[in-house]
C-alpha cells in the first residue's frame, strides 16, 4: 500500500507532467469527494472537470509549490501560477488518502486575470 506521501509526490508529478488521466487513474478513488466554490462533487469526472477549468483559465502556467505538509492520512499544499492570461495567488489544495487514493480535496484560489 502507498502511504499518503507517495500518492501525494506522485499526484504532483503527475500533474506537473501534464498526466491527468493518469493521475486520475492511480491516484483518485473513483468516488473522490471534491470541495470546491461550486459545492460539493463527486467522482473522478468532478476532479476532471475542475482540472479543465482550471487549465482553461490558466494556459500553459507555470506552477510553484510554496508548502507542502503530510499528516497521516492528511495532505496540504499551498501554490501559486501563473500564465499569460491570468495569476492565481493564494492557492489552496488539501487532501484525505486512505487506502492509496485520494478520496478528498479542495480547492481554492484566488484568480487575478491580466
Not at 50 to 64: G, I, N, V, Y
Amino acid at each position: 500500500m502507498r502511504s499518503t506521501a507517495e500518492v501525494f509526490d506522485d499526484h504532483l508529478e503527475r500533474r506537473t507532467a501534464g498526466d491527468l488521466e493518469g493521475d486520475l487513474a492511480h491516484n483518485y478513488a473513483p468516488d473522490v469527494i471534491l470541495l470546491c466554490e461550486h459545492g460539493p462533487r463527486t467522482g473522478r469526472d468532478s476532479v476532471r472537470e475542475s482540472a479543465e477549468q482550471l487549465a482553461k483559465q490558466l494556459p500553459d502556467a507555470s506552477f510553484e509549490y510554496l508548502v507542502k505538509h503530510v499528516d497521516r492520512e492528511y495532505a496540504l499544499l499551498f501554490w501559486r501560477a501563473d500564465s499569460l492570461k491570468a495569476r492565481a495567488e493564494h492557492g489552496v489544495d488539501s487532501f484525505v488518502i486512505r487506502d492509496g487514493r485520494i478520496v478528498m480535496q479542495s480547492v481554492y484560489y484566488a484568480l487575478e486575470e491580466k
